[in-house]
């Protein structure tokens, strides 16, 4: 049964998640939106979405662009844990591992190192 859980709380935690992130790869984000959202409309068992131009791979044609997205699917996320200890790991997973894309690092690298 998918954990309850209201739409503030479940921000908090991405927040927190968020915070998590070391401060010398954080003030390397940039042009950044963090969204959060129920579901993927094309793929509902999608965890977290990032959408964008990664960092290695953005040269002098890239400003101006409009923000990268970073998605993360709430009600997905809700679905697959029992408890709310649960979710709160499973957010910092799926932040950490769409960043992580953000970075240039791609699914067979991050599936390596524990993060998949």
């Known amino acids: 049964m998918p954990v309850s859980m ?3 709380r479940f921000e908090e ?3 927190d998640a968020l915070d998590l992130i070391p401060p010398e790869l954080s003030r ?7 969204l959060i959202e129920p579901r993927n409309p094309d793929d509902p068992h999608l965890l977290g979405l ?5 960092l290695t791979e953005r040269d002098s044609h890239y400003g101006g662009s409009l923000p ?14 029992a408890d709310e ?4 790991e499973e957010v910092r997973i799926t932040v ?15 599936h ?5």
């Open 85 to 88: 200890d649960e979710v709160v």
């Open 68 to 81: 990268d997205t970073i998605t993360v699917y709430r009600d997905a996320l809700l679905s697959i844990c």
């Open 6 to 8: 209201s739409e503030t």
């Open 96 to 110: 950490i591992h769409e960043i992580a894309h953000y970075f240039g690092i791609d699914e067979a690298r991050l």
């Open 50 to 54: 990032y959408h964008g131009i990664a």
């Open 28 to 34: 390397a984000i940039d042009n950044v939106v963090v």
């Open 112 to 116: 390596q190192l524990g993060w998949g």
């Open 13 to 15: 935690l991405v927040g």
